[in-house]
């Protein structure tokens, strides 16, 4: 066995019991909260006996301790049982299934564009650092960052879908149109454009202010006085070298964001109309549908130890001291 896969299988058992916290913290706090799916259905049908939400109750499992509820939970999880939405009338792995495919399309989107340009604009800011470039990137990002998502959403659709009519404002694909094929693929690119960008101006503007940041820390290196005592090109020293090595703080900060990514596309596909896991959580959210917002929770921390796993790896490639132990 080779120390990369030890590497690989050693996190896998650490993530085993982080997984496992974090099943058990979101079931507490989400049963802490007030009212049930019981309660939900005999309020929208305008009132019901106590008898029957009683009845409700016990039909759900709801009736029993909670600590049977969590026991028959972290059960289900463990054979694959992911249960039945009472409130969407479905299986909740159908649900998830039709959602996970457009939330992790807006998701792989976004982390192209804001880690590509993010990089990109800051490493431009670096090498011209006090010049106007450096202060127009700098004025930029700081702006990006403080603005809210929802605002940004909002404004995009004013000027590019209503003022200009170049975008879509709402939803994944022009489903009257009946597109296949390639017709599909670029009708759903066009949709995605809005939502996609919307979403990478937050992170590209913090990826730009760290690699920016990154890269003069790294300038001012011993390692980088050498290179340039050795005779090497200004050139080859920052893209052979610095580069390398300022990409690191961002790999990790990649890694730390997938959760807050996840939480963002909540806003964006409520903006959107983008029918992925964010909206469809929002939606579970006020109808106390447990069942499913508990499988979004588990599939949202295991993306965030499967990414940052990922990270790991990256690091022991990019970085030649960390080893794979």
């Known amino acids: ?73 972290i059960k289900n999880i463990l054979s694959l049982d992911l249960g039945y939405s009472f409130r969407q009338s479905m299986p909740v792995l159908q649900l998830i299934l039709e959602r996970l495919g457009p939330t992790l399309l807006l998701m792989g989107t976004t982390l192209l564009i804001s880690v590509g340009f993010g990089v990109l604009l800051g490493l431009i800011a670096a090498m011209r650092v006090r010049r106007w470039a450096d202060t127009m990137i700098s004025i930029l990002a700081i702006i990006a960052y403080a603005t809210p998502l929802f605002w940004i959403g909002l404004m995009l659709i004013v000027l590019f879908s209503i003022k200009l009519d170049w975008l879509p404002t709402t939803g994944m694909e022009t489903v009257a149109a009946f597109y296949e094929g390639w017709d599909r693929v670029l009708d759903i690119a066009w949709h995605l454009v809005l939502p996609a960008l919307t979403l990478s101006l937050f992170y590209m503007a913090l990826y730009t202010r760290l690699m920016r940041a990154a890269m003069l820390e790294q300038a001012g290196m011993e390692y980088v006085t050498t290179a340039r005592a050795k005779g090497l090109t200004e050139r080859r020293i920052t893209f052979r070298h610095i580069l390398r090595n300022a990409f690191l703080p961002v790999l990790t900060i990649v890694g730390v964001q997938i959760g807050s990514l996840l939480g963002g596309s909540v806003i964006v596909e409520a903006v959107f109309a983008w029918p992925g896991l964010g909206q469809l959580a929002f939606q579970s959210l006020f109808a106390r549908d447990f069942n499913l917002l508990l499988v979004i929770f588990f599939l949202s921390a295991g993306l965030v130890v499967i990414v940052n796993l990922v990270v790991d790896v990256i690091y022991t490639l990019l970085d030649p001291r960390i080893e794979a132990r």
């Not at 706090?29 to 009683?54: F, Q, S």
Request: aromatic share 8%; hydrophobic share 55%; proline share 7%.
């Open 1 to 73: 066995m080779t120390a990369r896969l030890r590497f690989i299988l050693g996190r896998l058992v650490q993530a085993v019991p982080i997984v496992l916290g974090i099943i058990i913290l979101n079931f507490l706090l989400l049963h802490l909260a007030p009212g049930d799916v019981a309660t939900v259905l005999a309020g929208e049908a305008g009132g019901a006996p106590p008898e029957y939400v009683a009845q409700l109750r016990h039909d759900f499992g709801l009736d029993q301790p909670l600590w049977i509820q969590l026991l028959l939970y």
